[in-house]
C-alpha cells in the first residue's frame, strides 16, 4: 500500500513523498550514488600525474572557490560493518608522520591550484579524524593557513567527522578555535544489542552529551549518522532508535543501508549473516524511517539525507542551487575539490584524480616529493553535459529545458531524444512528470531517483552492472 506523507502547505516547500512497494520491486535494481559523473568505476590508471597538473592548472585560471578535503584514515577501534579505508591502531604517535605528509602533499597541491583562492568549504573525513592529538590538529590546521586561503566568516562550511567515542574535553573546543563550525557524529545505532554485535559501544548519553556541548560551542547544521540493516536490528528496535536521536533533534540526519559485503570487507566476516534483518525487514525499517522522519519535521534530501526545513541544505534544494560531491550533498557547487591524504578523490571541472589507496605507496610518492595520483578521468563536453543533468536531477528534483538550453546551448529533446523514449515507462508510472518545459521528480521516485538518473548515464546505457549496491 502507498505510503503518502504531506509537505508543508508553504509553496516553496518540497513535494509529498509517496511509498509505493510495487514501483519499488519494479525499479531496485543497482545503481550508482552519483557523487560523481561518470562514476569512480570509469577511473582508469591511464590517467597521469602529468593529467592532473593540467586539470589543476585549468582550475587555477578559473579563479574560483576551493573546498579543501583531508582523508584520516586511524582508527582506534574496529567497527565491523565499516567498509571505508582505515589504518587500526592505539598508537597516536603515528598521527604526526602522517600529518607531515599531508602537509607535504599539500605544498604541492597549494602551488598546483593556487593559494590565494578562497577555501569555502573544508571536511576531514576518516577514519576518526578525531584520533588526532590535540596538538597534530593544531599542527595541521596551522599548515593549512600558511598553505591556503582559509576563511573565518559565517559562509564558509568547515565540517569534521567526529567519534563521540574520541571526544575529550578538548576536543570540540579545540575544532572551533581551529575554525570548524560543523560536526557529523558517528552513531548507527543506540541500541545496546545492535552495538556490542558491530563493535561499536556508544552510549545514548555519551552521544547526547558531545552534541549538547557542541551546540554550546555554537557549531550548527549538526549531522548524526545511522545504518540500518545491521545485525539484531529489527523494526521495532530501530523505530526505538529513531525516537532517541528524534529527542536529540540533530540538524541533519544520514540513514545508510547497510551492504553485507564480507568478500570484500574483511571486518564484515566478524558479521554472521544470520543475524541481519532480512531484505523485507530493511524495506519496512526504511518505510517506517522516512515517514517517521517526515511526521518529525525532516524533509527529505534525497537517498539517505534529511534535514530540518531551515537547514542549508533545505534550503539550497528550494532554491536549486544543491550541489553533490564525494563528501554527500554540499551547499557549494563552485568549488573545485582539493583532496589530500591516502585514496582521497579530487575534482575540477573536467577531471577527477584519485591517490593511491595503499598507505605504503601513498607515503612512499609524498616523501619522493611526487604526488600520490593513481587514477582519475577527464570529462568530455558529453561528460560534463550529463553531470549536469544528472545533478539537476538527483539534488533538485527537477530539470528546466530553458535553463539546460541557456547553460549548454543545445536541444534538450534534441540531445537526448534516445533517453526520453527511455524515460516513456517512468513517466507512465508517475514516478518523473514531463510538461515539456521541464522534467519533475514526482512523490514516487524520489525514493527511486538513482535509477532516473541512471537514464542519463552513457556508461551504464546497458544497465548497471553488479559493481553498484541496490539502489533501496
Not at 59 to 66: D, E, R, T
Not at 236 to 248: D, K, W
Amino acid at each position: 500500500m502507498p505510503l503518502t506523507s504531506a509537505a508543508s502547505s508553504n509553496e516553496s516547500a518540497l513535494p509529498t513523498f509517496i511509498w509505493d512497494d510495487a514501483l519499488i520491486r519494479r525499479y531496485d535494481l543497482s545503481g550508482p550514488r552519483y557523487t560523481s559523473y561518470p562514476t569512480a568505476v570509469e577511473f582508469t590508471p591511464n590517467y597521469s600525474v602529468e593529467d592532473m597538473v593540467k586539470a589543476a592548472g585549468r582550475s587555477k585560471a578559473s579563479g574560483s572557490p576551493l573546498s579543501l578535503y583531508t582523508h584520516l584514515p586511524f582508527c582506534a577501534h574496529l567497527c565491523y560493518y565499516c567498509a571505508c579505508n582505515k589504518v587500526i591502531t592505539k598508537k597516536r604517535d603515528k598521527a604526526m608522520p602522517y600529518v607531515e605528509r599531508v602537509l607535504k602533499e599539500a605544498a604541492i597541491q597549494s602551488k598546483l591550484f593556487g593559494a590565494d583562492r578562497p577555501v569555502r568549504q573544508l571536511h576531514w573525513g576518516g577514519g576518526t579524524p578525531t584520533f588526532l592529538p590535540r596538538d597534530v590538529m593544531q599542527h595541521l590546521m596551522a599548515g593549512y593557513s600558511e598553505l591556503f586561503n582559509l576563511q573565518s566568516d559565517e559562509n564558509r562550511d568547515y565540517s569534521v567527522e567526529i567519534d563521540p567515542r574520541e571526544v575529550d574535553q578538548d576536543t570540540l573546543p579545540t575544532l572551533w578555535e581551529l575554525g570548524f563550525n560543523r560536526i557529523s557524529l558517528g552513531v548507527q545505532d543506540v541500541n545496546p544489542a545492535v552495538q556490542k554485535a558491530v563493535n561499536r559501544v556508544q552510549p545514548r548519553d555519551m552521544t547526547e552529551a558531545v552534541l549538547n556541548e557542541a551546540r554550546r560551542l555554537g557549531f550548527r547544521s549538526i549531522n548524526l549518522d545511522l545504518i540500518y540493516g545491521l545485525p539484531y536490528q529489527t523494526p521495532e528496535s530501530f523505530a526505538e532508535t529513531l525516537e532517541a536521536v528524534i529527542e536529540m533533534s540533530p540538524d541533519r540526519l544520514s540513514v545508510f543501508s547497510y551492504a553485507h559485503l564480507p568478500d570484500r570487507f574483511y571486518p564484515q566476516t566478524r558479521i554472521q549473516s544470520d543475524t541481519l534483518p532480512t531484505p523485507q525487514q530493511k524495506l519496512t525499517i526504511l518505510h517506517n524511517t522516512i515517514n517517521r522522519l517526515l511526521e518529525a519535521g525532516y524533509e527529505y534530501i534525497g537517498m539517505d539525507h534529511f534535514a530540518k526545513p531551515d537547514d542549508s541544505l533545505s534550503v539550497a534544494q528550494r532554491e536549486g542551487r544543491l550541489h553533490r560531491n564525494f563528501q554527500g550533498y554540499t551547499t557549494h557547487s563552485d568549488c573545485d575539490l582539493v583532496s589530500l591524504g591516502v585514496s582521497a578523490i579530487g575534482q575540477t571541472d573536467d577531471a577527477y584524480f584519485q591517490n593511491n589507496h595503499d598507505l605504503p605507496s601513498w607515503e612512499k610518492a609524498i616523501d619522493a616529493g611526487q604526488l600520490a595520483i593513481t587514477r582519475g578521468v577527464s570529462l568530455t563536453r558529453d561528460d560534463r553535459i550529463r553531470r549536469w543533468v544528472i545533478g539537476q536531477l538527483i539534488c533538485q528534483f527537477r530539470l528546466d529545458r530553458q535553463q539546460f538550453a541557456a547553460e549548454w546551448n543545445e536541444d534538450f529533446d534534441r540531445y537526448f531524444s534516445d533517453e526520453l523514449n527511455r524515460l516513456k515507462p517512468m513517466v507512465q508510472d508517475e514516478l518523473v512528470a514531463d510538461d515539456g518545459s521541464r522534467l519533475q521528480v514526482q512523490p514516487a521516485g524520489r525514493l527511486l531517483i538513482r535509477a532516473i538518473c541512471q537514464i542519463f548515464d552513457l556508461y551504464r546505457k546497458e544497465g548497471a552492472s553488479q559493481r553498484f549496491s541496490r539502489i533501496i
